[in-house]
């Protein structure tokens, strides 16, 4: 294993606002296994984000409704271990936060126990006690607006969100809510990107989007989709960077076909 090499200064909570102020982007890519954790700590990406899309993206679930906490905690632990010079945010799972408080903060603690330096909450409404529980509590809360995936039941789908004159006013009260509560972030999925402008505008604390539009202060992407693993997946939004899918396949099957044809392994391979 080698050792980290990086210099990249490891963000606080503190530098979120100071980063918004610089106009200087905040760059996010969700993790969720050491070997990637390993690689993206050798970047200068700002915040790893274990998501609840690892249902999907390391589970093969349809959605992230099956995500529970021993599940998010596994693989922060993994991630924590392996990017020690990264800001790791985990996601608090479907119904982790809607059982009562005592059980809320029993979740929370296992992922700031896991390595977790923040966590990320999915909507507002019922949950500000406890947003304004946790924050007091010392823990950071990243909120999420907009396309909230633990709701697809709900929203009939994943659907962009906010493209009524009425949702996109209840959207700009939640996320002045959010940031009165003491959230020190705020991500916007899958809306408008007049409405993601506004509410970028309106608030100190730094909205970070995907599929939101530029005009907000930060991007966020699941690092399966942004490395090409998914090729199925084509939302609007998405811009692979590789196409990691075919070129990860295509090692596979040269190694197959080397060890099939007794090119490998070679002499100098071999003891
Ligand atoms: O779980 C996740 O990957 C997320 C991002 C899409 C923001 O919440």
Redesign the pocket.
Known sequence: MTSPKTNFKKLTVPDFKGRKVERKKLVMV?CYDSSFARVLNETDVDIL?V???CAMTMHGHDS?IQADVGMIALHTAAVARAAPGKFLVA?LPFLSVRKGLAPAMEAIGSLLKAGAHAV?LEGLKGNEDIIRHVVESGIPVMG?LGLT?QFVNAFGGMKVQGKSTEAQEQMLKDAIEYEKLGAFSL?L?CVPTEIATKIAAKLSIPVIG?GAGAEVDGQ?L?LQDLLGFTPDFKPKFLRRYLNGYELFKGAFDRFTEEVRGGEYPSKEESY
């Open positions: 969700t984000l998501g609840d899309s992230t996601d990320k999420h995936p991500v999925e995907i966020v699941v």
